[in-house]
């Protein structure tokens, strides 16, 4: 069986296709420029189009070795791009790249990975039934079909004691928290011998403790040579981690900056989106009745060896924006389902308004004005195939007045779509673009103006503003705190603890399925929070 699995996993390395030819001259140009004189990367003149649109034009990178360089821009500057040219997923139409001044042709990922350009992506790209060693080794020739374990762990060894990046190798990957996930994906970067390596967003799915754990190895990994592209819209981190940072605008770059004392997240709020940011103020509502109750949630499925929600209660008034904190995966998905009518519990009940509601689904709880935000914009919100049009009414369009005795009325959708277009400033081609086309920031909107068009009585927002630049976060919050000045109940869901202390009344912190605390915002600390999410106590927060 071993035999069979390790076939398996030398099978799908094959695959992958990484050259040794390329390795070993990537390999050999790093030491001959160990003196540190000759940049680790340059790009030169980078420019990218689609469909005759540039989406970066003339656009220039250095990179030294042990430099962690801070990329920034808005969703749709150009970033993304950029960092997909580098990783071989896209060809660049004009420009050069230079890893240790020798120029480089990048067809493929595989390519980059063996010119020692490695990228940990937002979203993880590992195989949960495999163990930590397994996947590591992905992306490595093996001998005769099989994979050379012994050397493998000896190598992982080295990278832990190197980096401080320890994990258990013989661990089944989907039994990793997500800090471990990330971790791994980190140590196989170095594994295949990266000496540039992109951080895409690296903290959005992490604890406060579990980020400075992660910057701890970012700067071994500094200090080690190699060279750190670091992305986030977290600006406070990225001053925190940096040396240096570039500003993205439209496809060019505005600002290369020494990280130095006169940066501040405002100045670099305004490099980004070009005007100046003011984040929303929140007014003190009393809180109201009762809007939504949960007493006693469970949600049990077949074959899982613990409850997704275990005797969850907690209660949502009118004026109150209740904040649930939890390291991903703790069953913030069940919560937010069994909420909007998706996931049917195991036991207990749910009311809202006063009114117990039996038997919910997604139709019967947006006639009592539940509205839902949820976490996959595209899997679940919207539909990346379809006109903007059909995913804003989608789950509406049995209803007046966008249907009739059966028929579509595609006048009164157009109109529908297009004020709201005006209304939420959604900028795509029309009424009838694609939604998939979309930036993420504009999907969102998107999905805000479907749910508070019909101004629901509750909302359940999961991670509405994950991913998005300065300036959707400010537009996001803003529409979710007059929810709350309109005397409404939402219920927020982030793994953004500063996103929670901004906009929460009260937060709750959801560990293993159980809601763990509840504490007044004002009176908790992201120490306290953040060692909760964990499983810890949180000191005087959890008592």
């Not at 949630?297 to 060896?305: E, S």
């Not at 036991?347 to 809202?352: D, H, I, Y």
């Not at 007045?401 to 595609?410: E, I």
Request: aromatic share 4%; charged share 20%.
């Amino acid at each position: 069986m071993l035999r069979r699995r390790s076939r398996a996993v030398a099978q799908h390395t094959d695959r992958v296709g990484v050259t040794n030819n390329l390795a070993a001259k990537a390999s050999q140009a790093a030491n001959n420029a160990v003196d540190g004189t000759v940049p680790l990367l340059k790009m030169r003149g980078i420019a990218k189009q689609f469909a005759g649109v540039y989406a970066i034009r003339d656009v220039d990178l250095t990179l030294s070795r042990g430099e962690v360089l801070g990329l920034l821009g808005e969703n749709g500057a150009g970033k993304t791009t950029l960092m997909n040219v580098l990783f071989g997923i896209y060809t660049p139409d004009a420009g050069s790249i230079h890893v240790h001044d020798r120029a480089v042709a990048l067809g493929n990922p595989a390519d980059a990975l063996a010119t020692g350009i490695g990228m940990v992506h937002q979203h993880f790209h590992l195989v949960p039934r495999h163990t930590v060693l397994e996947n590591i080794m992905v992306g490595s020739p093996g001998r005769y079909g099989l994979l050379d374990t012994r050397r493998a762990q000896g190598r992982l060894d080295e990278i832990s004691s190197r980096y401080g990046l320890s994990i258990d190798s013989a661990q089944r990957v989907e039994e990793l928290t997500v800090g471990e996930q990330q971790r791994l994906e980190i140590i196989k970067a170095l594994y295949h011998q990266a000496q540039v390596l992109i951080l895409d967003e690296p903290t959005s799915v992490l604890t406060p403790q579990q980020s400075e754990g992660l910057f701890e190895a970012v700067r071994t990994m500094a200090n080690n040579g190699v060279g750190v592209v670091f992305i986030s819209h977290k600006l406070k981190e990225v001053l925190t981690i940096t040396q240096r940072i570039m500003v993205m605008r439209r496809g060019s770059v505005v600002a290369n900056l020494a990280n130095d004392d006169t940066l501040t997240p405002v100045h670099l709020a305004q490099l980004m989106c070009g005007r100046e940011i003011e984040p929303p103020k929140r007014v003190a509502t009393p809180a109201g009745r009762v809007l939504l109750r949960l007493s006693n949630i469970t949600v049990r499925r077949r074959g899982m060896q613990r409850d997704q929600l275990s005797g969850v209660t907690m209660d949502v008034r009118a004026g109150e924006i209740v904040g649930v904190a939890g390291v991903s995966g703790n069953g913030q998905r069940e919560l937010a389902g069994v909420i909007a009518g998706t996931i049917s519990p195991s036991s207990g009940t749910l009311e809202v308004d006063g009114a117990r509601v039996r038997n919910a689904t997604p139709r019967s709880m947006q006639r009592l004005g539940v509205a839902q935000i949820p976490e996959d914009r595209i899997g679940a919100g919207l539909l990346s195939n379809l006109p903007l049009s059909d995913s804003v009414v989608l789950p509406r369009f049995h209803t007046a007045p966008f249907s009739r005795l059966g028929w579509l009325k595609r006048g009164a959708i157009r109109k529908f779509v297009t004020d709201q277009m005006q209304n939420f400033d959604i900028r795509a081609a029309g009424t009838e673009a694609r939604t998939g086309t979309l930036s993420g920031g504009n999907l969102q909107k998107a999905l805000l103006a479907r749910e508070l068009a019909f101004h629901p009585v509750v909302l359940v927002a999961a991670q509405p503003t994950r991913g998005l630049d300065v300036a959707g976060v400010e537009f996001v919050h803003q529409q979710i705190l007059d929810l709350k000045t309109n005397a409404r109940g939402v219920v927020l869901i982030s793994e953004d603890l500063e996103e929670l202390f901004a906009l929460a009344d009260r937060i709750v912190v959801i560990y293993e399925g159980r809601l763990v605390a509840d504490l007044a915002a004002s009176q908790a600390t992201v120490t306290d929070v953040g060692m909760l999410m964990a499983g810890g106590s949180g000191g005087e927060a959890a008592e």
